[in-house]
């Protein structure tokens, strides 16, 4: 069988052939060659307009995660680093990962994404709307001690440290588009994201639940 023809343009084919004289003689890895071709593709859209490039990704998004080729693998990487704040700030190897297995979910306005004291399934990433983060005060009120918006991610440390999740997050705007992978997937790359720095783990690990779980 042959491979799908994908149509880069000029400015891609230029970017590629760069690619490729830099890799001569040696041996490319897998992901080596993924990396050139999301470059390549990536230099084909510096100048498209933001509405389109939105069009495209929900409309990749139609297609179940499953089905998509290689080529639609690396223009949904492509389209999550331009659109995601959270993917533009990955390794190469983590947003590929993460852009074959992610799917997309959209809530109403106080749709609750998950609840305080559930187990944790998934791992959210905020691709737009407005996200509220909500706990029960001693008084047994809910309080929004927070917010997130494009780029922020939750629902991590639930995954991690096998603890109930601490608060419950709900939609704030309508519509609130949200990303997601499964525990499974998640586990298998967290480590390499680069909100696990230093910086990250010395701050969560002042919190007491979390003082046990180990991170690199």
Same mark, same amino acid.
């Given at each position: 069988?042959?491979?799908?023809?994908?149509?880069?343009?000029? &400015?891609?084919?230029?970017?590629?052939?760069?690619?490729?004289?830099?890799?001569?003689?040696?041996?490319?890895?897998?992901?080596?060659? #993924? @990396?050139?071709?999301?470059?390549?593709?990536? +230099?084909?859209?510096?100048?498209?307009?933001?509405?389109?490039?939105?069009?495209?990704?929900?409309?990749?998004? &139609?297609?179940?995660?499953?089905?998509?080729?290689? +080529?639609?693998n690396?223009?949904?990487?492509?389209?999550?680093?331009?659109?995601?704040?959270?993917?533009?700030? @990955?390794?190469?190897?983590?947003k590929?990962?993460?852009?074959?297995?992610?799917?997309?979910?959209?809530?109403?306005?106080?749709?609750?994404?998950?609840?305080?004291?559930?187990?944790? &399934?998934?791992?959210?990433?905020?691709?737009?709307?407005?996200?509220?983060?909500?706990?029960?005060?001693?008084?047994?009120?809910?309080?929004?001690?927070?917010?997130?918006?494009?780029? #922020? +991610?939750?629902?991590?440390?639930?995954l991690?440290?096998? @603890?109930?999740?601490? #608060?419950?997050?709900?939609? @704030?705007?309508?519509?609130?588009?949200?990303?997601?992978?499964?525990?499974? &997937?998640?586990?298998?790359?967290?480590?390499?994201?680069?909100?696990?720095?230093?910086?990250?783990?010395?701050?969560?690990?002042?919190?007491?639940?979390?003082?046990?779980?180990?991170?690199r």
């Open positions: 069988m042959s491979s799908p023809t994908v149509n880069i343009g000029f &400015t891609g084919l230029k970017a590629l052939l760069r690619f490729k004289r830099l890799g001569k003689g040696k041996q490319l890895t897998p992901l080596e060659l #993924a @990396q050139r071709e999301y470059e390549a593709k990536l +230099a084909t859209l510096k100048d498209v307009k933001p509405h389109i490039l939105w069009h495209r990704l929900r409309l990749s998004f &139609t297609k179940d995660k499953n089905a998509r080729n290689h +080529a639609e690396i223009q949904m990487c492509v389209l999550l680093h331009i659109l995601c704040k959270f993917f533009s700030q @990955q390794t190469f190897e983590v590929f990962y993460l852009s074959r297995y992610i799917e997309l979910d959209v809530f109403k306005t106080g749709t609750i994404i998950c609840k305080e004291g559930e187990v944790g &399934t998934r791992y959210y990433i905020v691709l737009s709307g407005l996200i509220n983060i909500v706990v029960k005060n001693p008084e047994g009120a809910y309080v929004v001690v927070s917010n997130m918006k494009n780029g #922020a +991610a939750f629902g991590d440390m639930a991690i440290s096998n @603890q109930p999740r601490s #608060a419950a997050c709900i939609a @704030q705007i309508s519509p609130t588009e949200i990303l997601s992978v499964d525990k499974d &997937t998640f586990m298998k790359i967290y480590k390499k994201m680069s909100m696990f720095n230093t910086g990250s783990v010395k701050f969560i690990k002042t919190i007491p639940v979390f003082r046990h779980v180990e991170y």
